[in-house]
């Protein structure tokens, strides 16, 4: 079926660490693909999106390449902030704009 | 620019009630979404809309859900006869809806706790 897994938390790094959070996905087609973040006691926010193989997303540090040999798109930043801590959900949308199937996400926690 | 509004934000209810939530999207998006994201989950998705024609309805619909967004803008959530397992926060998104890659937008959602 269509789905998003992405790597279980929580994620617990040292400030300055490097990161990366697993996602594969599941779908027909040539699915965009999506990072959001969700800060303490916020909503979600979009972090990065790529819409086509190869193409790679990148925002705040951020990056994640869609790989669509491994079904992939791995989030991963070269050093972590305590602001970073929060929860990462990866999703994917099929063509046209239809909703999001987003994974369970991972709770990410950055200490000084 | 206002983002998406959710109201209330909070709403706490015994079992067997009605409740209403309520999204207003950022102004001209024509996409209006509703998901809902228990505790440790992802956000599923529940319904959309394109204007005011609801396009697509989840599974998780079940008849004691209705949706509605009678002029094309903002967009009311029901939930009759409410269940302890309907108990999550409800999301609205909203986005464009002019091309493929359009990015939604989401509102802080309403939290429900059914007792």
């Known amino acids: 079926g269509n789905s998003v897994t992405q790597m279980e938390g929580p994620v617990t790094l040292s400030e300055e660490a490097f990161l990366t959070i697993n996602c594969t996905y599941t779908?027909?087609?040539?699915?965009?693909l999506f990072w959001y973040v969700q800060y303490p006691g916020e909503g979600l926010q979009l972090l990065l999106k790529?819409?086509?193989?190869?193409d790679k997303g990148s925002n705040k540090g951020f990056e994640a390449t869609y790989r669509k040999e491994t079904t992939s798109f791995h989030l991963e930043k070269g050093s972590v902030q305590v602001s970073d801590s929060a929860v990462y959900f990866c999703?994917?949308?099929?063509?046209?704009?239809?909703?999001?199937?987003f994974g369970k996400g991972t709770r990410l926690s950055v200490i000084a | 620019d206002t983002g998406v509004s959710q109201d209330p934000r909070h709403k706490i209810t015994k079992r067997g009630q009605n409740v209403t939530f309520r999204c207003d999207p950022i102004s001209e998006h024509n996409r209006l979404y509703w998901y809902r994201q228990t505790l440790g989950q992802g956000p599923e998705f529940l319904t959309y809309?394109?204007?005011?024609?609801?396009?697509?309805k989840s599974r998780l619909l079940s008849d004691r859900f209705s949706a509605e967004r009678p002029k094309g803008s903002f967009s009311t959530l029901e939930i009759q006869r409410t269940e302890q397992g309907d108990s999550a926060m409800y999301l609205c998104?909203?986005?464009?809806?002019?091309?493929?890659?359009?990015?939604?937008?989401f509102g802080p959602g309403t939290r429900l706790t059914v007792l």
């Open positions: 779908a027909t087609g040539y699915p965009s």
């Open positions: 790529a819409t086509k193989a190869d």
């Open positions: 809309f394109q204007n005011e024609a609801q396009l697509e």
């Open positions: 998104a909203s986005s464009l809806g002019q091309t493929s890659t359009d990015t939604q937008y």
């Open positions: 999703a994917r949308r099929n063509s046209g704009n239809t909703p999001l199937v």
